[in-house]
């Protein structure tokens, strides 16, 4: 396998009423990740990149992190330090954000 991890955040852009996740943050929170990531020396080891629906629009912004499965919502920009802490690198999902 290339990576340890990959971290897929959904980007979608939908039409009202529903939640857009890429209206949402989406985009900003790919960002963040991928400079926490790289920050850390990490990019060769975890991947996070924007993908379309997951499905998951209302807890938008949602996010999915393989090869566990685990699905996250209602992600914030301030969240993201402490998903790349405790999950990415340390194993352990944010439980307060799981969905699903």
């Known amino acids: ?38 920050e850390k020396g990490l990019l060769s080891e975890i991947r996070a990149q924007k993908t379309g629906c997951l499905d998951v629009c209302a807890f938008g912004p949602g996010m999915v992190v393989y090869p566990e ?14 998903i790349v802490e405790s999950h990415l690198i340390g194993d352990k999902a944010v439980e307060r954000l799981v969905i699903g």
């Open 69 to 82: 499965g685990v699905f996250y919502g209602n992600v914030q920009l301030s969240d993201v330090e402490e």
């Open 1 to 38: 396998m290339k990576y340890k991890k990959h971290v897929f955040i959904c980007t979608n852009q939908k039409d009202a009423p529903k939640k857009s996740c890429g209206v949402e943050r989406g985009g900003a929170l790919v960002d963040a990740f991928k400079a926490s990531l790289k």
